[in-house]
């Protein structure tokens, strides 16, 4: 597979659900006036669902967008992960000489402290940061990795005594200046210092992605592994105007797999086609870019049922929801195939 090859018509599996309330947080339900929300993080925390979500600023009608930096990360708290009440201000934004912004945050909550991961534009690169916060209020920044790095994510538990993250470096000197981005693994004995990096995914390992594959929402433990969702884009030179930009060739997806318990550098299984493909309107018109599914959340509930929390086309924040034992299933199905 290569940037060349298209991959044609996607389909989402009949095994997950879009949420009837899609999308569940919306620019118009953001008392501060932003074009898009999307890109949000969730975890339940002290007995409430909390989601952290990015704010971009513009005008939709003109198709116009402003500068970076006035993205912001606002906050909402909901009883049933559904119904959200957006607090009436952002929780955290970052822009001076050298910070552009911080966006498209990821929480996990480890040892009972909010952990965020989020991407940092600076002047010198994209660096992938990693913040503790106890309120919301104050984000305590404890690493911040050399440009270029984002989707970072984190497991909810040390794993043979050490921090795991995921993560998406985008090399491009060494890959012949294309878009050729893959999903990468770190540790850290102290979530401050990371190292024993290995490459996890490749863009060749999945056959509905040409372009780039990353990190989704924070994995879930589950008796048979870590499931994981992940993004993966494929680019069509044929594509053309479809958002607000003159162009726009390309198509997130979200993907599945399940990774060893023990040893998450091993793949367990994935499942061969998307879990989620762009198909709902919310997903396919009318948004900044279109045909975009980029998950950021994750909830495993006791009664067995997966919340997945995505991003719609650049725009909007929406739910799907999954049996997990259904999702396992899949991905080990999936490597048999
Ligand atoms: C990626 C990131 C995401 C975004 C996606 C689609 O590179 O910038 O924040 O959702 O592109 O535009």
């Not at 060349?4 to 996607?10: S, V």
């Not at 920044?141 to 040390?158: G, I, K, Q, T, Y």
């Not at 990353?214 to 499931?227: E, H, I, N, Q, S």
Request: a negative charge.
């Amino acid at each position: 597979m290569n940037a060349t090859t298209t991959i044609g018509a996607l389909t989402s599996s009949p095994l997950i659900r879009r949420h009837s309330a899609n999308p569940i947080l919306s620019p118009g339900d953001v008392p501060y006036g932003p074009a898009m929300v999307f890109n949000a993080g969730v975890v339940k925390y002290n007995g409430k669902y909390v989601m952290v979500f990015r704010n971009d600023y513009g005008n939709a009608e003109l198709g116009t967008i402003e500068p970076h930096g006035t993205t912001n990360l606002g906050l909402a708290f909901s009883d049933d992960g559904i119904r959200w009440e957006v607090q009436p201000a952002p929780c955290w934004s970052w822009h001076d000489e050298e910070v552009v912004r911080v966006y498209d945050p990821r929480l996990t909550v480890i040892d009972g402290r909010c952990h965020m991961c989020f991407a940092v534009d600076t002047r010198h690169g994209v660096r992938g940061g990693i913040a503790v916060t106890d309120d919301f209020a104050k984000f305590d920044v404890l690493s911040l990795s050399v440009p270029d790095n984002r989707n970072m994510v984190l497991f909810p538990e040390r794993i043979g005594g050490k921090y795991v993250r995921l993560e998406r470096p985008f090399p491009v000197y060494s890959r012949g200046g294309v878009d050729r981005f893959d999903m990468w693994m770190s540790d850290s004995p102290d979530l401050r210092y990371w190292g024993g990096s290995k490459l996890l995914l490749g863009v060749e390992h999945v056959p509905f992605a040409n372009d780039k594959v990353g990190p989704g929402a924070p994995p879930v433990r589950t008796d048979k592994g870590w499931l994981t969702t992940f993004h993966a884009v494929d680019i069509d030179g044929g594509r053309g105007k479809n958002g607000w930009e003159a162009s726009w060739k390309k198509r997130y997806t979200a993907g599945i797999m399940l990774l060893d318990l023990e040893d998450p550098s091993k793949i367990v299984g994935m499942y061969r086609e998307p879990l989620l493909a762009p198909e709902a309107v919310y997903e396919t018109d009318g948004g900044f870019r279109n045909d975009v599914i980029f998950p950021g959340g994750m909830v495993l509930e006791d009664s067995g049922e997966v919340k997945i929390y995505y991003g719609a086309a650049d725009t909007v924040e929406c739910l799907a929801t999954a049996d997990v034992d259904d999702l396992v299933r899949l991905c080990l199905e999936g490597e048999q195939a």
